[in-house]
């Protein structure tokens, strides 16, 4: 679903390369826990996934496409197949949580009465049943986490992208939210999450990757958070 074949990406003006001959390939329907001290790359690493930095050279294939070779107009569907969260839930504090579901309907052009029937299910799904009505601010921010999680969702994406979206939560509202991408990872999407909560990573036993300075230096099956070398 995703892969990365020698990726080296350094940004203008700096002498260390942010990811330095990475190699990894990440399946249809896997969970991957992307860790590493702050600089490390991860972010690097999303972005790239997304088109929102491209490779210095190597190749990022997403979904069989080497995605530095798309056309410029159709990055804008590509980046449909892939739901982002971010650690500051970056919601529209004006809409209701129903209309910032909607929104990431409307603006890929679904129907009045799909956005209707689907809304309402996704916020069942994440359990917001009821609160469709309120605004971002009347909510907890495990709550508001979960609308972002309702909105990279709805469409059904094949993957989920999050960087870091427990960073702003207690460890038991934490708990919650990754119960919540677990389900969606079993829905068959393909989930990759950059983090830097070890009791998170060490509850889970997912995948992990870790990058040191921009390199791969751990890819671990149901792995831990900090591993002794
Ligand atoms: N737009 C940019 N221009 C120049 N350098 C950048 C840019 N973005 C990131 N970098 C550099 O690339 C390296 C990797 O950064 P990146 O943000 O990918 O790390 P990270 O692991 O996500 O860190 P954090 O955990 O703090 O989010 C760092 O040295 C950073 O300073």
């Given at each position: 679903m995703i892969r990365f074949e020698k990726v080296v990406k350094t940004y203008p003006g700096?002498?260390?390369?942010?990811?330095?001959n990475v190699t990894a390939d990440i399946e249809k329907g896997e969970f991957v826990f992307l860790v590493g001290t702050s600089g490390s790359g991860k972010s690097t690493f999303l972005r790239l996934v997304l088109r929102e930095a491209r490779p210095t050279s190597g190749r990022v294939y997403v979904a069989g496409k080497e995605i530095n070779r798309l056309a410029s107009w159709k990055v804008p569907r590509m980046r449909r197949q892939i739901g982002t969260v971010f650690q500051d839930f970056r919601l529209l504090n004006n809409k209701t949580v129903s209309e910032n579901v909607a929104f990431a309907l409307q603006v890929i052009g679904r129907s009045r009465s799909e956005i209707t029937k689907v809304v309402p299910e996704t916020l069942e799904l994440v359990g917001?049943?009821?609160?469709?009505?309120?605004?971002?601010?009347?909510?907890s921010g495990g709550e508001q986490q979960r609308v972002a999680i309702a909105r990279a969702f709805v469409n059904r994406p094949q993957i989920l992208i999050a960087d870091e979206p427990t960073g702003n939560l207690d460890p038991a509202t934490s708990v919650g939210i990754m119960k919540l991408l677990d389900r969606i990872n079993r829905t068959g999407t393909t989930v990759v999450m950059a983090t830097h909560d070890a009791g998170i990573v060490d509850q889970m036993r997912k995948r992990v990757i870790e990058l040191e300075h921009g390199r791969l230096v751990r890819d671990q099956a149901e792995g831990v958070y900090g591993f002794q070398h």
């Open positions: 700096q002498d260390h390369s942010a990811l330095d917001l049943d009821g609160k469709g009505d309120r605004m971002p601010d009347e909510l």
